[in-house]
Each structure stands twice: as structure tokens, then as C-alpha cells.
T-cell receptor, first 119, second 114 residues
Framework: NAGVTQTPKFRVLKTGQSMTLLCAQD?????MYWYRQDPGMGLRLIHY???????AKGEVPDGYNVSRLKKQNFLLGLESAAPSQTSVYFC??????????????????FGEGSRLTVL | GQQLNQSPQSMFIQEGEDVSMNCTSS?????WLWYKQEPGEGPVLLIA?????ELTSNGRLTAQFGITRKDSFLNISASIPSDVGIYFC??????????????FGSGTQLTVLP
């Protein structure tokens, strides 16, 4: 199993440009998340989804949009990139709590990250 | 938003030494998790804790869920070079909704010197 796959791994943008990060998971997980990681600040939740066709805001949603058109994919978009969005972005997925037969450890399965630099 | 205070921010230790790191919060959590992140990778779960006072081990790693539900610690015994990485605590709020919204600490960067 590939688990959680993010593309691209690296990207450099100019201020004002737009781009989309793609996350794909092959574990049939209902929940998917986008986090950003900045030095000294841990991981902060941007947006998440509890199922196909649903999205919700996390802790730091401003400047980002997401879509979950297919269960296995979760897209993160930047419409007009800003230098403050320079960061490492992580996608994660998890099964819903209480699902019979599924782990209920609270574990999120993370991708390898996408490093974005906005000049 | 909710905050977790994780300390220390970084540690330099000799191979073979024991390591201890902790997280504290002003909020009550019903789940505490400890993740490890290696360079160029995403975080990977090490230990999950669900009950106040619970002490759980995973090989050389031991973690405890504080009785007040507001803190947790992670110990690594007899450190080895492959223990190098960033260790994150994460808590799930008692009142959180159906999604697994975790609050992460800022991480402890561990360096093991030969």
C-alpha cells in the first residue's frame, strides 16, 4: 500500500500565483486533513473533511480552499499565494471513530509533506 | 486556538542516555498521542493514551497520560542514533466533534551523539 501520497513534493511560487496540492490515500479512510508545519509551531490544521463532498475549516483556514470530490482525494488550493504561506504542508487521513473493525487509536496517517516556498 | 506547551524544544544527548519530554495544556484532553517525525517524512504514531493515569510502553518508549488530563510525558530509555527526529505530542479535546481534530505541541528536536 502506498498509504498517503502528496504531490508535488516541492514547489516555488511567486506572490499572487495560484496552485493546488493533491493528496491521495488508498486506505479507504473517511477523514482527511491538511496541516501546515512551521518552525517552532508544530502542526496546525488548515481544513479537514469527514467524507466525500464535505469540508470544514480548521485552525488556520484563511487563504486556502479545499475540495473532496472523491473519497480518496483531498485537494488544497492557494488562489493567490503570499510569502506567509511558505511552509511544509502535510496531508493526513484516518478512519472515523467507532467504526467496527477499524483502529480507534486516534492515529492519523501522514503523507511525506510538500515544501512550498512563496517568493 | 488550543495550545500545548511542549518541552524541551531541543535536546542533545549521548547515545545510551535516557530522554524525557513532556506536554502540558490548560485544556482537558481525552486522548494523548505521541508522534515521531524523521527528516523528510511525515509524523508517525508512537504511542496512544486514552485514560488518565495510563502508562503505556512501546519497546524503549514509555508514555503516561497525566491524572489531571492536562499533561503527558514520553520517556526514551537507552537512546540510539535512530532515535533522532522531532517528537510531537498531540491531544484530542474532550468536547471535540466527530473528526479527529488534534492539537499538536511545537515538537522536541532530539539529537543523539555517538
Amino acid at each position: 500500500n502506498a498509504g498517503v501520497t502528496q504531490t508535488p513534493k516541492f514547489r516555488v511560487l511567486k506572490t499572487g500565483q495560484s496552485m493546488t496540492l493533491l493528496c491521495a490515500q488508498d486506505m479507504n479512510h473517511e477523514y482527511m486533513y491538511w496541516y501546515r508545519q512551521d518552525p517552532g509551531m508544530g502542526l496546525r490544521l488548515i481544513h479537514y473533511s469527514v467524507g466525500e463532498g464535505t469540508t470544514a475549516k480548521g485552525e488556520v483556514p484563511d487563504g486556502y480552499n479545499v475540495s473532496r470530490l472523491k473519497k480518496q482525494n483531498f485537494l488544497l488550493g492557494l488562489e493567490s499565494a503570499a510569502p506567509s504561506q511558505t511552509s511544509v504542508y502535510f496531508c493526513a487521513s484516518s478512519p472515523p471513530p467507532g467504526l467496527a473493525g477499524a483502529t480507534n487509536t486516534g492515529e492519523l496517517f501522514f503523507g511525506e509533506g510538500s515544501r512550498l516556498t512563496v517568493l | 486556538g488550543q495550545q500545548l506547551n511542549q518541552s524541551p524544544q531541543s535536546m542533545f544527548i549521548q547515545e545510551g542516555e535516557d530522554v524525557s519530554m513532556n506536554c502540558t495544556s490548560s485544556s482537558i484532553f481525552n486522548t494523548w498521542l505521541w508522534y515521531k517525525q524523521e527528516p523528510g517524512e511525515g509524523p508517525v504514531l508512537l504511542i496512544a493514551l486514552y485514560k488518565a493515569g495510563e502508562l503505556t510502553s512501546n519497546g524503549r518508549l514509555t508514555a503516561q497520560f497525566g491524572i489531571t488530563r492536562k499533561d503527558s510525558f514520553l520517556n526514551i530509555s537507552a537512546s540510539i542514533p535512530s532515535d533522532v527526529g522531532i517528537y510531537f505530542c498531540a491531544g484530542q479535546l474532550k468536547s471535540s466533534g466527530s473528526a479527529r481534530q488534534l492539537t499538536f505541541g511545537s515538537g522536541t528536536q532530539l539529537t543523539v551523539l555517538p
